[in-house]
């Protein structure tokens, strides 16, 4: 399942949230400042990320540009540290799958982020369709299947 890390002031964020529910993909949501994020996922979102820091860092926050601190110059864990004590220095959202991350909601780059996701929409349907007792619709074992492999 997606786990979406967010900011409630984020309208970057209440869009991604939003665009989820549309298209019918389960996520859980954590917010940055009213359940702090945990060590290991934050390990977790460094390791799933392509370019490292660079990927969930802002460097316009305000708290990056007051602390006047030099990310490169730390150890891991004094880094590990400095971003739990300052959430505020991620970029936002944080949208981890099970392999990725993707960060910021841009709509072309979150259905690259998940492939199966034009499947199933394409394949999805209302019960006001006029072929949804016999056509493909997105059902609970679809997905189970999407939770599995995304």
């Known amino acids: 399942m997606l786990k979406v890390y967010s900011s409630p002031s984020c309208s970057s964020c209440r869009k991604v949230k939003k665009w989820l529910q ?9 917010n940055f400042f009213t359940k702090p994020m945990k060590r290991e996922d934050l390990i977790e979102i460094l390791q799933k990320s392509e370019n490292g820091t660079e990927d969930i860092i802002s460097t316009r926050s305000n708290v990056f540009k007051e602390c006047g601190v030099d ?5 891991f864990n004094e880094f590990i540290d400095f971003i739990l004590e300052h959430p505020s220095i991620l970029k936002r959202p944080i ?6 991350i993707q960060v910021g909601y841009d709509e072309e780059e979150i259905e690259i982020f998940l ?7 394409h ?3 209302t019960p ?3 072929e949804y007792a016999t056509c493909a619709h997105w059902d609970q074992s ?6 599995k492999s995304s």
């Open 22 to 30: 549309k298209q019918n993909i389960p996520f859980v949501e954590q």
């Open 71 to 75: 990310l490169n110059s730390m150890r």
């Open 95 to 100: 949208i981890v799958s099970d392999h990725r």
């Open 115 to 121: 492939p199966r996701l034009r499947d199933i929409i």
């Open 123 to 125: 394949k999805s349907c």
């Open 128 to 130: 006001s369709c006029q």
């Open 142 to 147: 679809e997905s189970n299947s999407f939770k």
